[in-house]
C-alpha cells in the first residue's frame, strides 16, 4: 500500500534546528517528493521539493539559506534539515509524493500525503 509517514517535528526554541523524516512506501518509491506546511487560518504552503535523483532541489524564498532537503534512496526517506527556526516557521509540515513530472511548488500535482508533524518554535 503507498503511503508516506512523517516524523521529527516538535518544540524548539528561536535559532534551533529540527529535522523532519518522510519515509515513503508502495508507488511513492523514487518519487518527486516536497514538503509543505500549514500554520493556523493559513493556506498550505510550499517549503521544499526534491527530484528522484536528489540532484534537483527548490524551496521557498523564506526558507532558502536555512533548510536543506535530501533524500536516501536506499530507504526511500526524504528529511528536511531545518536550522535558524524562527517563530513564522511554526505549522503542521506535510511530507507528499508527486507520481509524474518533476519537481513542483503546486500542492495540487502531489497525489500521497502524510498525516503531519507539528512543528512549533517559540520565542
Known amino acids: 500500500q503507498a503511503q508516506v509517514v512523517e516524523s521529527g517535528g516538535g518544540l524548539v526554541q528561536v535559532g534551533g534546528s529540527l529535522r523532519l523524516s518522510c519515509v515513503g512506501s508502495?508507488?511513492?518509491?523514487?518519487?518527486?517528493m516536497g514538503w509543505f506546511r500549514q500554520a493556523p487560518g493559513k493556506e498550505r504552503e510550499f517549503v521544499a521539493t526534491i527530484s528522484e535523483s536528489g540532484r534537483t532541489t527548490d524551496y521557498v524564498d523564506s526558507v532558502k539559506g536555512r533548510f536543506t532537503i535530501s533524500r536516501d534512496k536506499a530507504t526511500n526517506t526524504v528529511y528536511l534539515q531545518m536550522n535558524s527556526l524562527e517563530p513564522e516557521d511554526t505549522a503542521v509540515y506535510y511530507c507528499?509524493?508527486?507520481?509524474?513530472?518533476?519537481?513542483?511548488?503546486?500542492?495540487?500535482?502531489?497525489?500521497?500525503w502524510g498525516q503531519g508533524t507539528q512543528v512549533t518554535v517559540s520565542s
Open positions: 508502495g508507488r511513492t518509491f523514487g518519487s518527486v
Open positions: 507528499a509524493a508527486k507520481l509524474t513530472g518533476g519537481t513542483s511548488a503546486n500542492p495540487g500535482e502531489y497525489f500521497y
